[in-house]
């Protein structure tokens, strides 16, 4: 309801303004009209009937001092004055009161006057109009000066010239004031449309004042009008400027040429003002319409129209056929402009002597078409080089999107327009999945890092009371055994939660990854090292085969570390007692392979495929140690350095191979054939030089950054 | 050890707090518990402590917050015990100023021997700073080798080292901070040159670090740069 009172406030408050407007614009129409035709005055015997009749009367005065007119006397205004007409001759001509002379008569009046009984008095003695005295503007008295400010009355003058004998006519004359006024004859007529004027022009300021206080009422609200402009000016707006422009002009000069006609009483005063008012507010919408929108409203022309009529008609065809159709038409206009000019030119070469005025019509058409041909050849250049910019435009989003750096969507108009849209489309699809997966990635990694404190924070203290029960001497003595289980089992679980842990993570792909140039060889030795005390327990000796001393790869040490580790635990884990366990590592092309070789102890009845996924055993009762996470670990570590893991199961042979992409210097020599293994000891010198672990070696800061 | 050492113990699990209470207190320790950092502001305020086992991850005030509010006045090694195990959470924490970080599930006895390397360093060794001017004396961290002497000392206790052992840490406790390829160590030790990969290098190595670190597994002092070769890092 509140809403709907919003929308309508505005076109409300226009609607008072149009009233307030229209109501000042008649008023002030209609009062000028009846100032300007001296119908309305403040005082009555201002007013054209008043002095016309008064003239009326003078006349018809010297018509009887002249004895031109019949019975001596004056029928019909008789009763509304006092007056007295000697004849030219001498004696009374006609009186209607009884004083003897003009004279007489005129002093009476000009007491009378002065108490108020008169409005208006004239005395013309000899052909002249000697005094004449009225009330004005409600004074008591005042006489007036003849000369200026009381023109004689028209016609006295021509009278006394034209007769000889008018110059010996005198006479008396008195007009009653107001309340004396009987209801009959030209001045009480007079005074009576004066008296209905006054009225009308009374009501008619009242609504004129009325309309003046909705006026300013409006503009106080110019928030609403403004808000019902901005309306209008949007209907307007529609128009063509071709129309508007033309209708503004007519409108302009139809006002002022129907006012002065109003005016002048030319034309009946109803229609008069229906047109002025029509006018006015054609006027004043097309200029709201101007202000409102400014350049936008020469914008709105038939040529832009046509334009878009062509463009929403080109909008339902492929680009390529769009492009196509806008060549083909562009061409066909051209030519047949072309045709045209040929035409006329052809015509005034031949017509030029017959008929002069057909060929300048010609020359004129050919004007116009030259200037059409060239405008649409300028045109079609504009938009081909138009979209030239706008598909760099694309070119250059496009590449951004591709780079990830894009940011805005890009807006485009014209042709370019559905592509670029569309491009935005495939923009934000593309940031809203990257955002969702790395959102879910993140998660993941806080979900693994959360459930792995969760886990541990618990076994820490069941590994600690363990341990603390270990210490103690239980009775009865097979606890100590059960504290033994729960001991193996709490560090197995330990184990479990790190690799699990490391997988995770391995496979989320959040790890930090360090690669480097290093020694695969060295990197073996190390993990040898490091292994050796389980190397020992195990009754597998352990046999090694480098076709090369030194080779370089480029990967993470520790993950690396981390994946031999696993696959020789894995080995020593499996093998059968007395057999060995052979490592060898080769280069083969842009790869290092180390492959770990052992002979199962029991019999391998699953696929290389199952025994890399998670939690796989090799022995399905899972009766020996270990996650089970392994050999997936390995798996993972080694993609993650650009390498990968084969398990490859040949009987109770298990073999895993390792392939590792070769560091840079390496794989420039790898040209070279592969150094015999059995040259070592001569070769030793110069690899050395050549080694990139020995140039990496001497700036020692270097190596600060590794741990 | 004349007094007996406090030892505060920060961690929101009650049973690892008593858990460890009860291995320290058997190494003649005296124990303070808190359960969050506020606690263990307070207790730090009201009683001389020493050592300081801290959880990161705890209620109203965790850990590494708590360390930086102690360190704002105080001195006294601190080790985080936390079951974050990541490298940046370790390097992190000790950055901050904790001097040793722990990760959770905890070998009690490597517990107990950190606890107690901290607290020899800081006590009985932290004012003893190089009396003898005469003996050259090679130090990283805890590890003081004498030259001279031929003597090498963790946080304060000898260490009984072969001659090879002396000769590759003698290497690299003189370069520290720089990495040595295997051959390289085999050559300048042994004096000959190297022409297959020496295991024995390699060997000799786990060896020392079975001897010089608390746990071999997380090297402090003798690190391995896998594929690369070995580093004392620079103290």
Redesign the interface.
Known sequence: MDTKLKKRRPGITFGFFFVAVTILLVAALIVGTLWFNGAVRPDYKDTVSYQSTVENILQELVQLGLGQAGGGRLEWEGSNISYLVEAAEGGVWGANNSALSTQELYEQLSKGYDRGQYDHIFLFQDGVLQEQERLAYGEVSSRYDLANEYPPYRGLEELAGDNAHNSQISFALGIQSVENLRNMGGIYSAYYTWYQMAIWILFLGGLAALALLILLVTLVKHRSLGMAHQAIARGINHLWMEIKLPTLALAVVGFCWTVLEVITLEVPIAVGTAMVVGCFWWCWLVGTDLVVYGKAFFTRNILTSVQKLLRTLESGYPFLARMKRRLLLFLVTEVVIVALLALCALGVLFGIGLFAELAMVLLFIMVILAAVGVGLLVLYIRQYNQNLDNFALVNDYAQAIRQGTAQEPLRLEGDFAPLADNLNCIHSGISRAVEERVRSEQMKVELITNVSHDLKTPLTSIMNYVDLLGRENLQPDYCNDYVKVLEQKSNRLKNMVQDLFEISKANSGNIDLNLEQLDVVALIEQTLAEMGEKSGQANVEIKTQFAVNHLGVYADGRKLHRVFENLLGNALKYAMSGTRIYLSVEQEAEMAVISFKNVSSYEMNFTAQEIVERFQRGDPARATEGSGLGLAIAKSFVELCGGSLTIELDGDLFKAIVRVPLGKTFRVTSAQPEEPAQEEASDQAPTLETDPLCQQEDPAEDHSAIN | MSERYHVLVVDD?R??VE??A??LSRENLEIYRAYDGLQALDILEGNAIHLILLDV?MPRLDGIKTMLKIREQNNIPIILVS???E??DKIFGLEFGADDYIT???N?LELIARVKSQLRRYFTLGTAVDAGGTSEVLRCGGLELDIHQKRLTVDGEEVKLTPIEYKILELLMR?Q????????IYERVWNE???????T???H??RIREKIEINPKEPKYL???????Y?I??A
Do not use: L
């Open positions: 699990d049973e690892i858990s460890i009860i291995y991850m079951a974050k195990s490298d940046t959770k599930p905890f009690p370069n901070g720089r990495v040595f390829s295997i051959s390289e040159p190297s022409f297959a990969p020496e295991n290098v390699a060997v190595i786990r690190k391995v740069v896998w594929g690369i070769g580093k890092e620079k």
